[in-house]
């Protein structure tokens, strides 16, 4: 079954299956409708299955096509086939290498992929440093996507990635982005739309301005000592400190541009570090030591009076049925940050 699959793939691909401008057989206006929509999403089916290991000889019979320099949707052929190599974690280094030696461009792809995730980040996603360094080395921008308008997205950034990948496999990948050129402090219009926890609907999502917000947004372990390469949170952002992020009083770092993207009518606000765990995570986590001493270190680095108060306002129903630890602890916070009563 699967070489008669990569026979029909291959006769649909030497038929100019492959070409948006080739029409095919209409035989009434709802037929053709649905024959635009199967032709738009087919081809992507093929490309997807197309690297996987199975058809890999199907995958280098299209390389070798002359429509490889040819584009789909204003990408080309083998830079969308370099994407899905790398996105897929049983490829092997010398498949991304012969992709990349039969026309594709790393590069090329991070100027054209418009919304899509761009290939030096999926291999930080998937912790492949010889990847990461091969398409460094085949042309590919440090710095991602190059686009001014719009949101952006975690995987179109590299050092948002490595910040989100150092939550959970160390920060490796986060200081080879910064020796390859990256800006600790590279900002972005990225929204983390992951439900507060408010117990509320009031807050549709949350900004991620710079990496560092990324990173506090990945952790799920509070442990302060983890196994290496793995660090505590604390010493996660301390890592972020001592590599030039710098925290203003009001616990928001410093950077100098304007990445404040309305959501609907409202622009939603840069939060301080603490105010950001605080809204993503919730009060009641507060019970546990780890996370109690984690919000006291990123209250130490300061916040906003504004947002502790609207914070307090926001968790007060919540405090109010929580049991003494986390009053106590809540209360603690509060105290730190300026604000007297919960």
């Not at 709802?30 to 089916?45: F, G, M, N, P, V």
């Not at 990408?75 to 990349?100: G, M």
């Not at 770092?253 to 105010?275: A, K, N, T």
Request: proline share 6%; with cysteine.
């Amino acid at each position: 079954m699967r070489q008669r699959r990569l026979e029909s793939f291959k006769l649909l691909w030497d038929s100019n299956y492959w070409d948006p401008s080739a029409r095919m057989p209409r035989r009434a206006a709802a037929i053709a409708t649905c024959d635009e929509y199967q032709r738009k999403h087919s081809y992507l089916y093929v490309f997807r299955h197309a690297c996987a290991p199975e058809f890999h000889d199907f995958m280098k019979h299209m390389l070798e096509h002359p429509c490889r320099t040819q584009h789909q949707e204003g990408q080309a052929i083998a830079d969308i086939c370099l994407c899905n190599v790398v996105r897929r974690q049983d490829s092997s280094l010398s498949l991304v290498q012969h992709v990349l030696d039969h026309g594709a461009s790393p590069n090329r792809y991070q100027e054209t992929g418009y919304t899509k995730d761009e290939p030096v980040s999926l291999a930080i996603r998937h912790g492949r440093l010889d990847t990461f360094q091969l398409l460094l080395s085949s042309g590919a921008s440090i710095h991602g996507k190059r686009f001014g308008l719009g949101r952006d997205r975690i995987l179109q950034i590299p050092i948002f990635a490595a910040a989100t990948h150092m939550a959970s496999h160390g920060p490796l990948l986060v200081l080879k982005c910064l020796d390859e050129g990256a800006r600790i402090n590279h900002t972005a219009r990225i929204i983390d739309r992951s439900k507060p926890s408010l117990g509320t609907g009031s807050h549709r999502g949350a900004l991620v301005p710079l990496p560092i917000y990324a990173y506090l947004a990945a952790i799920t372990d509070w442990e302060p000592h983890p196994a290496a390469p793995k660090l505590g949170p604390i010493g996660g952002v301390k890592l972020w400190l001592d590599h030039g992020v710098t925290v203003a009083q009001n616990g928001i770092p410093i950077f100098d541009d304007d990445i404040q993207p309305r959501m609907g009518r409202r622009r939603l606000p840069i939060l301080s570090l603490v105010c950001f765990v605080l809204l993503q995570r919730g009060i009641r986590r507060l019970r546990k030591d780890d996370f109690f001493e984690f919000i006291r270190f990123l209250a130490g680095l300061g916040s906003s009076h504004e947002q502790v108060l609207e914070l307090r306002n926001m968790y007060h129903d919540i405090y109010l049925r929580e049991g003494s630890i986390v009053r106590e602890r809540w209360s603690a916070i509060l105290l730190l940050l300026g604000c007297d009563e919960p």
